[in-house]
């Protein structure tokens, strides 16, 4: 069994940098396959891709909206993953939920959150002066 905890949510300023943390209790992250992704989802909008990585290879992916501003990677030692997210925006404000696979993804699988085994329970994103 895997669990999934997140942290390093809370409020910053526009501007500002946050760094998400996600550990895991189980073998998550250091399968010779998988991937981890993290997910946002704001009040009354649906969850959306942020960004994922995969392995074997160092293959990382991400949604437009955060493409240079955030970047994800993980620490197989620690077995867990993080998300650096820098320049944020009020636009970013959400629950961020960090998402495993302990088995190889497809490309095309990277972005969808039903490809995902495990989930998090989230923690809170706010940008607001």
């Known amino acids: 069994q895997v669990q999934l905890t997140e942290s390093g949510g809370g409020l910053v300023q526009p501007g500002g940098s946050l760094r998400l943390s996600c550990v895991s209790s189980?073998?998550?992250?250091?399968?010779?396959?998988?991937?981890v992704g993290w997910f946002r989802q704001a009040p009354g909008w649906d969850r959306e891709f942020v960004a994922a990585i995969r392995w074997p290879g160092v293959g990382t992916y991400y949604a437009d909206a955060v493409k240079g501003r955030f970047t994800i990677s993980r620490d197989n030692t620690k077995k867990t993953a993080f998300l650096q997210m820098n320049s944020l925006v009020p636009e970013d404000s959400a629950t961020y939920y960090c998402a495993a696979k302990n088995s190889r993804i497809i490309l095309s699988s990277v972005r969808v959150g039903d490809h995902y085994d495990y989930w998090g329970q989230g923690t809170q994103v706010t940008v607001s002066s």
């Open positions: 189980g073998r998550a992250f250091i399968n010779g396959a998988g991937a």
